[in-house]
């Protein structure tokens, strides 16, 4: 039995279906068992902000760099307006539900007054070494109702220690600071770019780790867990699974295909990251993360460089658009403010979205069901570029294939995925999946699941018709 669930009208539907269902005597929606994987609610919490900020800010953000050494002068960090809640506030208008905050990246500079090292903004001069960014930035976030997260980069091109096991119990206190000092935190970031050579204390030398053993992720995860059991982990270390996955490019964008699987043991390899794992036995959805600029730190050359609008759109498309979250960051300036030509990006980019997807076709629609086909009979001839199906994720990620048609005059035209090469075979759904065409105009619209690893269970479809840009 195919199940289908109207948004708009859920619960008349729901009283409508059990009733069918209770006459044709088949099983009801809620007594579906899940298939395969299933997420968390924090994981299912997590999907439903479906964007939010990345906030890169340190030193870098003085020397013109992306990547510091880890013996940049504290000094140098002394901002003149620097104002977490224009950063909140800018990001709150671009749509973002949530903001991660370089609290140290692999310089090993913290923003937060941290016991654990001198090497932070209490021996810079802002604020004559009183102040605490992450503290500032925690605040204006619950100020203005949005969430509030961290990366902490592993790699600390600063510690003496790194490289040998006296880094960890450093690491993992500062994370505590972090996990206990700042609220609640939505989500950790954990990244896993490792260049090797760094200051390191003075030693000037290159240390190599094993990704897969010298974190000893296991007691980092269950500390997380204990302190923050809400927190959703991100990870792209080696073999220990987070809760959420990088998906293999920062270019913004996921694979047209995503299963939010993973196998949960050996090694990932990149089409897993891009993709997911069709036949994953864990559940670890695709994060894109990608900067609203070419760098993920401010460079004032990069001024003339923000991403159009277009690209922007182009990006939530391939990402929220293909069961995926979007991380966009927004690169904080020396005078420690997001520059406007971004805060006006963010602002067009949340409208556009906004305005793009207010008006249901399907709406003023009927709607049918027969097996694995849904058919949108509009009253008229009706205009539209864009179609939108969710599964209940709930119980698991099924669908495999599908396909939509439209019915233009009296011939039903197959509707292909505009934004992929040979885009006419249409593959997963997940928490939502939107397909973009060029616009048609057709009196029906024909959703068929052609591959499925269970019975489908979709909860919404939609139909818009979205200004091109
Ligand atoms: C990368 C880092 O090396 C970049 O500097 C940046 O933080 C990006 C989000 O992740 O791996």
């Not at 654990?116 to 925690?138: C, F, H, I, M, Q």
């Not at 490019?249 to 993973?262: F, I, K, P, R």
């Not at 043991?265 to 794992?277: E, Q, R, S, V």
């Not at 029906?444 to 019975?455: P, Y």
Request: neutral net charge.
């Amino acid at each position: 039995m195919f199940i289908f669930i109207l948004h708009y009208s859920f619960f008349i539907m729901l009283r409508k279906l059990l009733l069918t269902a209770l006459l044709a005597g088949n099983i009801i929606v809620w007594a579906q068992k899940p298939f395969g994987p299933t997420p968390t609610k924090d994981q299912i919490a997590l999907q439903d902000m479906e964007m939010y900020a990345f906030l890169h800010y340190s030193l870098n953000t003085y020397t013109g760099q992306e990547w510091g050494y880890g013996n940049e002068d504290p000094k140098l960090f002394n901002p003149a307006r620097l104002d977490t809640r224009q950063w909140v506030r800018t990001c709150k208008a671009a749509g973002m539900k949530g903001i991660i905050f370089t609290a140290k990246h692999h310089c090993g500079f913290c923003m937060w007054p941290s016991a654990y090292t001198e090497y932070s903004v209490k021996n810079s001069p802002w604020k004559d070494g009183k102040g605490d960014v992450v503290r500032e930035l925690a605040d204006a976030c619950k100020e203005y109702g949005l969430k509030f997260a961290v990366y902490l980069s592993p790699w600390d091109r600063n510690h003496a220690e790194y490289g040998r096991e006296g880094y960890i119990t450093y690491f993992r206190n500062q994370l505590r600071e972090l996990l206990t000092q700042y609220g609640d935190i939505f989500e950790v970031w954990f990244d896993g770019a490792n260049g090797g050579d760094g200051w390191y204390g003075g030693a000037d030398e290159t240390r190599k780790i094993d990704r897969n053993t010298y974190y000893q992720w296991d007691g980092t995860y269950e500390m997380i867990r204990e302190l923050q059991p809400h927190c959703v982990i991100w990870n792209d270390q080696g073999t220990r699974r987070g809760d959420l996955r990088w998906v293999g490019t920062e270019a913004g964008y996921v694979g047209e295909t995503n299963w939010s699987l993973l196998p949960s043991t050996g090694k990932i390899t990149h089409n897993d990251l891009h993709y997911g794992n069709e036949n994953g036995d864990v559940w670890v959805p695709g994060e894109t993360n990608t900067s609203i600029r070419p760098g993920w730190f401010y460079h004032e050359s990069e001024d003339s460089k923000v991403k159009s609008l277009a690209r922007l759109v182009d990006s939530y498309y391939k990402s929220v658009g293909r069961n995926s979250t979007l991380l966009l960051n927004f690169p904080i300036t020396e005078d420690g403010l997001i520059h406007p030509i971004d805060s006006a990006r963010g602002a067009e980019f949340a409208q556009f979205i906004e305005k793009a997807f207010a008006n249901d076709l399907a709406r003023k629609a009927k709607i049918k069901k027969d097996g694995n086909t849904i058919t949108v009979k509009f009253r008229q001839p009706t205009e539209f570029n864009r179609f939108m199906v969710s599964e209940d994720i709930r119980k698991g990620q099924r669908v495999k294939k599908f396909q939509i048609e439209a019915l233009v005059g009296t011939e039903w035209k197959s509707l292909k995925d505009a934004l992929v090469e040979n885009g006419d075979g249409l593959t997963t759904i997940g928490r939502k999946r939107i397909i973009c065409f060029p616009k048609t105009t057709a009196t029906q619209l024909r959703f068929t699941v052609t591959d499925t690893k269970a019975e489908p269970i979709i909860s919404k479809i939609s139909v818009f018709n979205v200004p091109e840009l």
